[in-house]
């Protein structure tokens, strides 16, 4: 039997957990890197999964202090799918928002950790990675949550949605600053569709209502995600304002496409700025690849006429595209992602301002992961590092790569060697020591 593509290579599990300490590095850690670097993904416990998204989570962290790279652990996320074999839907068809993967991101609010998936509850870790449980805000959670929640800079709410395959399909959450949940209110789609990612501005609230549409045989069937792309269904972006929180959702049309990652949203006097990784569609006959790659580009909604430009930024194939997240929702001038072409990878910097970008290549054989963004200063949008995993195909292990991110194309700031393969994943951040 062939192994399957998102089981082999660097896709493939590792089969344990591990901690080690004192990490080697060549060249030197900046000392004001005091915190966490976390990054999750897929990491099937029994070595099997029937799509690359549905593996067991695993959570890869690297603790940085005083300029030294003092340990790496990875721990599988203990959610009662993993311990106990729990399904997110019973034979009576109940749903159990604890039974999830917990896979596919890290994020800290309010003082706690959370490991995300987008059919789930958020499982809460410790600081040194190991699970405390499913979070549900105090029982007021119903939904799912989406793996990727937005932090307001200037308020610290939480905003997020949880999608469904049944009525209400997707309901939008906000959670303030000290982590109670607020407000959950129901938005009105048609159907049940792929909600992966939304985008928050100062003002705003953006959702993506794209034509990637539940699809009842595969799901029957257990044959992967249980999504197909729909030549049927609209594309449009839905903009609520924050400052009704219960009003109306206005949605504005665009072009068939799809989107994975929002990079960053902002408000402009009468129009808001959206960034994300475009797909021209995706899973037309098959959900287990990408019938495409994304690329870079720029909806500008006017919200007096109810026009939308869109325009392609870049035309480089790229994913996982981040800012730095203190100027989440607001007009970060610069924006990061990956570039994986076969066995070579690259990370992109674009400055939203000028058009311009820079590249740090990794060489044949390396293939970064996404970056996350770790600030040197106070200031928003300042100066900082680029963090990432780096998979060395010849030497079948990992580093931890650190950028400068003002001078992306330099050699690394440093590289610590992991003692052990970090297989290709989603998201992660850098946690800064509180």
Same mark, same amino acid.
């Given at each position: 039997m062939t192994t399957p593509p998102y089981l082999s290579g660097n896709y493939a599990p590792v089969t344990d957990e591990i901690t080690a300490f004192e990490l080697a590095c060549t060249g030197t850690i900046p000392e004001d890197l005091n915190g966490w670097f976390v990054r999750n993904g897929p990491n099937p416990h029994d070595a099997g999964s029937p799509h690359w998204f549905f593996g067991d989570g695993m959570v890869h962290g690297v603790r940085l202090e005083g300029g030294r790279a003092v340990s790496y652990r990875n721990r599988w996320v203990r959610t009662t799918r993993f311990t106990d074999g729990a399904q997110g839907i019973d034979a009576q068809g109940n749903r159990d928002y604890t039974a999830g993967a917990a896979n596919t991101h890290v994020v800290r609010h309010a003082g706690r950790t959370f490991a995300l998936v987008e059919s789930s509850f958020p499982y809460e870790l410790t600081r040194e990675l190991d699970t405390v449980g499913p979070y549900d805000f105090d029982g007021k959670l119903t939904t799912?949550?989406?793996? $990727?929640?937005? !932090?307001c800079p200037v308020t610290g709410e939480l905003h997020f949605f949880g999608y469904n395959f049944v009525e209400p399909y997707l309901t939008y959450h906000r959670a303030d600053a000290a982590g109670n949940l607020e407000l959950s #209110? /129901? &938005?009105d789609v048609p159907a049940a569709t792929m909600h992966h990612d939304f985008a928050l !501005?100062?003002? $705003?609230? *953006?959702?993506?209502?794209?034509?990637?549409?539940? =699809?009842?045989?595969?799901a029957v069937a257990g044959g992967g995600m249980p999504f197909r792309w729909s030549d049927d269904y609209q594309a449009r972006l839905g903009v609520l304002r924050r400052d009704d929180q219960h009003g109306a959702v206005r949605w504005f049309d665009i072009e068939p496409c799809y989107v994975f990652h929002t990079l960053n949203a902002h408000d402009e006097?009468?129009? %808001? /700025? *959206?960034?994300?990784? +475009?797909?021209?569609?995706?899973? +037309?006959?098959?959900?287990q690849g990408f019938d495409t790659g994304a690329t870079l580009w720029r909806w500008t909604l006017d919200l007096a006429t109810g026009a939308? #430009?869109?325009?392609? %930024? =870049?035309? +480089? %194939?790229?994913?996982?595209?981040? &800012?730095d997240d203190r100027l989440a929702g607001l007009d970060a001038r610069f924006g990061h992602a990956s570039i994986s072409e076969g066995d070579r990878g690259a990370l992109l910097r674009y400055d939203l301002h000028t058009g311009s970008s820079s590249v740090h290549d990794f060489g044949p054989g390396r293939v970064p992961a996404e970056a996350a963004f770790a600030a040197a200063d106070e200031t928003p949008g300042g100066a900082g590092y680029l963090m990432a995993y780096v998979y060395d195909a010849a030497e079948n292990r990992s580093d931890l790569v650190i950028l400068d991110a003002d001078d992306l194309a330099a050699a690394p700031v440093a590289t610590i060697h992991l003692p052990r393969r970090v297989p290709h994943g989603f998201h992660g951040n850098w946690l800064p020591d509180l």
């Amino acid at each position: 039997m062939t192994t399957p593509p998102y089981l082999s290579g660097n896709y493939a599990p590792v089969t344990d957990e591990i901690t080690a300490f004192e990490l080697a590095c060549t060249g030197t850690i900046p000392e004001d890197l005091n915190g966490w670097f976390v990054r999750n993904g897929p990491n099937p416990h029994d070595a099997g999964s029937p799509h690359w998204f549905f593996g067991d989570g695993m959570v890869h962290g690297v603790r940085l202090e005083g300029g030294r790279a003092v340990s790496y652990r990875n721990r599988w996320v203990r959610t009662t799918r993993f311990t106990d074999g729990a399904q997110g839907i019973d034979a009576q068809g109940n749903r159990d928002y604890t039974a999830g993967a917990a896979n596919t991101h890290v994020v800290r609010h309010a003082g706690r950790t959370f490991a995300l998936v987008e059919s789930s509850f958020p499982y809460e870790l410790t600081r040194e990675l190991d699970t405390v449980g499913p979070y549900d805000f105090d029982g007021k959670l119903t939904t799912a949550m989406t793996a $990727h929640p937005k !932090t307001c800079p200037v308020t610290g709410e939480l905003h997020f949605f949880g999608y469904n395959f049944v009525e209400p399909y997707l309901t939008y959450h906000r959670a303030d600053a000290a982590g109670n949940l607020e407000l959950s #209110r /129901v &938005i009105d789609v048609p159907a049940a569709t792929m909600h992966h990612d939304f985008a928050l !501005t100062a003002n $705003h609230v *953006l959702f993506m209502d794209l034509p990637v549409v539940f =699809d009842m045989p595969t799901a029957v069937a257990g044959g992967g995600m249980p999504f197909r792309w729909s030549d049927d269904y609209q594309a449009r972006l839905g903009v609520l304002r924050r400052d009704d929180q219960h009003g109306a959702v206005r949605w504005f049309d665009i072009e068939p496409c799809y989107v994975f990652h929002t990079l960053n949203a902002h408000d402009e006097p009468g129009r %808001i /700025v *959206l960034y994300a990784m +475009r797909y021209p569609s995706m899973w +037309r006959d098959t959900s287990q690849g990408f019938d495409t790659g994304a690329t870079l580009w720029r909806w500008t909604l006017d919200l007096a006429t109810g026009a939308v #430009r869109e325009e392609r %930024i =870049d035309d +480089r %194939i790229a994913e996982f595209p981040r &800012i730095d997240d203190r100027l989440a929702g607001l007009d970060a001038r610069f924006g990061h992602a990956s570039i994986s072409e076969g066995d070579r990878g690259a990370l992109l910097r674009y400055d939203l301002h000028t058009g311009s970008s820079s590249v740090h290549d990794f060489g044949p054989g390396r293939v970064p992961a996404e970056a996350a963004f770790a600030a040197a200063d106070e200031t928003p949008g300042g100066a900082g590092y680029l963090m990432a995993y780096v998979y060395d195909a010849a030497e079948n292990r990992s580093d931890l790569v650190i950028l400068d991110a003002d001078d992306l194309a330099a050699a690394p700031v440093a590289t610590i060697h992991l003692p052990r393969r970090v297989p290709h994943g989603f998201h992660g951040n850098w946690l800064p020591d509180l």
